[in-house]
């Protein structure tokens, strides 16, 4: 059973940066395609960046792109989402999740191909 836990939310002004870790343990990330996802108040989970195990798959949804930058450590096993120029309706949760499939743009946008989830870490953007 894969437990991941997120960290580095918090609140900070418009035109900021924030960076997020997720950290996995319980059981190996091999071949596995790591995401984040966002979820505001209200609205429904959306896809934010995924990586393929070897990080040769990146996406982004197209409002985060030039903005967020997806990375990973496959020997921590953990995964980081590098935020900048943050705008007040980044406000949400942020959730990591680890899932294996076939990485491709769809598949990885895609909550329900993710088997593992975080419990979010909140990110407010203050105008």
């Known amino acids: 059973q894969v437990q991941l836990v997120e960290s580095g939310g918090g609140l900070v002004q418009a035109g900021g940066s924030l960076r997020l870790s997720c950290a996995a343990s319980?059981?190996?990330?091999?071949?596995?395609?790591m995401g984040w996802f966002r979820q505001a108040p209200g609205k429904e989970r959306e896809f934010v960046a995924a990586?393929?195990?070897?990080?040769?798959?990146?996406y982004y949804a197209d409002s985060m792109m030039g903005r967020f930058t997806i990375s990973r450590d496959n020997a921590k096993n953990t995964v980081y989402l590098q935020m900048n120029s943050l705008k007040p309706e980044d406000t949400a949760v942020y959730y990591c999740?680890?899932?294996?499939?076939?990485?491709?743009?769809?598949?990885?946008?895609?909550?329900?191909?993710?088997?593992?989830w975080g419990q979010g870490t909140q990110v407010t953007v203050s105008s």
């Open positions: 999740a680890v899932g294996r499939f076939v990485p491709t743009r769809r598949t990885m946008s895609l909550p329900a191909q993710y088997d593992y």
């Open positions: 990586i393929s195990w070897s990080g040769a798959y990146i």
């Open positions: 319980g059981g190996t990330l091999s071949s596995a395609a």
